[in-house]
């Protein structure tokens, strides 16, 4: 009778220990990633300014924010872009032009290494035509390229002709803007300017600012000139693509109007980032900078011999309300 008192007590105790063993197994919770992943977020730094400036204010917002370790990596469109499609490295790209690494990019999407976050700007078209803010003001009926032959006489400073700044000759944009000029009937009243390059197409642009004189031009975006200065946009009407095609060759026969071709400029990020770093990816799927904001930075960074380092604290420094949204707050 003891002896089995005895081994009935062992059985309840082995029992008693072994549940909790298996209860203590059962509620142990699992090991979450760090919210930054396991290694350093490498971005790529790009050679053109507005590039450099986002991959220092990415790098400053998420060590600051997200307390993540960053990797600045010098980079360009074709080597970048290769590279994140063989090894997913750098981890973020956040100005890549898809149209002008249209065949590397399709080749990277079927590694599916890489996927795109987010546009990399917004709010305007990257290329169209301009006049200072004072010209618009003073002329409220002119507001598309249709509008510029019931107002030429405000280019023409008192002459017969009105004046039209283009981009220098041997740009692309230059064959496209003497198409349009064609294509919206411009050509019985405006002249055609081509500058040698691109620090008279500046010049031209300043003097006319800077002695209050209507002048319209050419221009593209981000551009620091553009916010340097103060300009409106003029409405160019839809896209179409048949007329584009035509626009960009020298032999278009009969141009139609068109507005310029819309380009994607994405942050791109590798794939391995969504499964390392999800709020990380999360960022930049909401990390879009107003073209407006980042005309702005360029053009301090040129007034105060600034580096993009330099704008990009301005930048975090200065504009909270941007960019804690892209956290998601």
């Known amino acids: 009778m003891i002896r089995r008192l005895i081994a009935l007590m062992i059985l309840v105790a082995f029992t008693s220990t072994a549940a909790a063993e298996n209860s203590a197994v059962e509620t142990t919770p699992m090991t979450e990633l760090p919210v930054c992943g396991t290694e350093p977020i490498s971005i790529a730094r790009m050679q053109w300014p507005s590039a450099a400036i986002l991959a220092a204010i990415h790098a400053d917002i998420l060590s600051a924010e997200l307390g993540c370790t960053i990797d600045i990596v010098g980079g ?110 411009l050509t019985t009243r405006f002249d055609i300017i081509e500058p040698e390059n691109r620090f008279k197409m500046d010049k031209t642009i300043a003097g006319a600012v800077s002695r209050h004189e209507p002048i319209l031009f050419y221009y593209w975006q981000p551009n620091g000139v553009l916010a340097q200065f103060g300009f409106t946009e003029l409405d160019m009407g839809a896209y179409d693509a048949k007329a584009v095609s035509c626009l960009a060759s020298t032999d278009c026969v009969v141009p139609s109007p068109s507005s310029f071709p819309s380009e994607q400029v994405v942050i791109v990020i590798s794939d391995d980032l969504f499964a390392l770093a999800p709020a990380v990816a999360a960022y930049f799927q909401r990390a879009t900078m107003p073209f407006e904001e980042m005309n702005r930075l360029l053009a301090e960074m040129s007034e105060s011999g600034g580096t993009p380092e330099d704008a990009a604290l301005s930048f975090v420094e200065n504009r909270p309300e941007i960019w804690t949204a892209w956290l998601g707050r």
Not at 93 to 103: K, N, Y
Not at 112 to 121: D, E, K, N, S, Y
Not at 135 to 145: E, F, M
């Open 76 to 185: 360009d469109l074709n080597a970048t872009t290769s590279s994140m499609a063989m090894t997913g490295r750098p981890m973020v790209a956040p100005e890549i032009w898809l149209g002008r690494v249209a065949s590397i990019w399709n080749a990277a999407l079927e590694t599916g290494r890489v996927r795109q976050a987010a546009p990399t700007f917004s709010g305007g078209d990257l290329e169209a035509w301009f006049v200072p803010d004072y010209v618009a003001k003073d002329n409220p009926g002119l507001k598309s390229a249709t509008d510029l032959m019931d107002h030429w006489q405000v280019f023409a400073n008192g002459g017969t002709r009105a004046s039209f700044l283009s981009c220098p000759s041997d740009w692309a944009c230059a064959v496209i803007n003497r198409n349009l000029v064609r294509a919206f009937g």
